[in-house]
């Protein structure tokens, strides 16, 4: 039997390969942490916050019928004439749960979403334009039909309304300050108007002719705020 010598050098080598691969074996069969993390998150519901904002939309306390529409499905005649009333069938979506029946009748003005009034419906008002203009500057937003109201087409429309916006400037106050402090200015600094009111408190109010003229104009509603908006 023929003896092999090796030197110490190549045993230590030897030694540590064997670990290395124990290692990497023992790491192949055991699932890592992030494995097990990653597994547990993927069996979870991954839209929660539409989840949460599905149950505030569609109440499980509520009766069926008194769900917002939004929670139904209804079938509405488009064949129907204009104004004219008519009934719905609605049930409930299938993942909505409330109390009651769950298959019913709704009843409905024959018209498109774009048809209801104004108090039917909400828009986004905008603040860039100028409520105060003459005439009144008119542009085009988004309008959502009220979630009680059952229409025909998209429930959500585009509509041109008057611009009719506030800052919060106050009618009253402004009148208050050109009547008592209008010959200092106090009205123009008041709606925004820092270069006239610099004028006015350095001029004494023009002498009292200015303060005078400010305070019809602001009875009239004909000076307004300087950012375009109304007063409330």
Request: aromatic share 10%; with cysteine.
């Amino acid at each position: 039997m023929q003896c092999i010598h090796i030197s110490r050098k190549q045993a230590v080598l030897l030694l540590l390969t064997f670990l290395v691969n124990n290692i990497n074996t023992v790491n192949n069969e055991i699932p890592s942490s992030n494995e097990e993390h990653n597994t547990t998150d993927a069996s979870r519901p991954k839209n929660t916050n539409q989840a949460v904002n599905f149950v505030l939309t569609c109440p499980p306390d509520l009766e069926c019928r008194h769900l917002p529409i939004q929670c139904l499905d209804c079938k509405l005649r488009e064949n129907c004439t204009y104004g004219e009333d008519n009934i719905a069938e609605c049930n409930t979506k299938s993942q909505v749960k409330c109390r009651g029946e769950q298959i019913f009748k709704k009843k409905y003005l024959c018209r498109y979403c774009y048809q209801t009034e104004h108090w039917e419906h909400t828009c986004e008002m905008k603040a860039t334009c100028e409520s105060v203009a003459s005439p009144r500057d008119i542009y085009i937003t988004n309008c959502t039909v009220s979630e009680d109201i059952l229409c025909l087409g998209h429930r959500t429309f585009n509509k041109k309304v008057k611009c009719n916006w506030t800052g919060g400037y106050r009618w009253s106050t402004a009148l208050a300050l050109s009547i008592t402090l209008g010959g200092f200015g106090a009205d123009r600094f008041y709606l925004g108007h820092w270069q006239e009111g610099i004028g006015k408190l350095f001029s004494f109010g023009g002498l009292g002719v200015w303060t005078i003229i400010d305070v019809i104009l602001i009875s009239l509603h004909y000076l307004g705020p300087a950012d375009g908006s109304l007063y409330l």
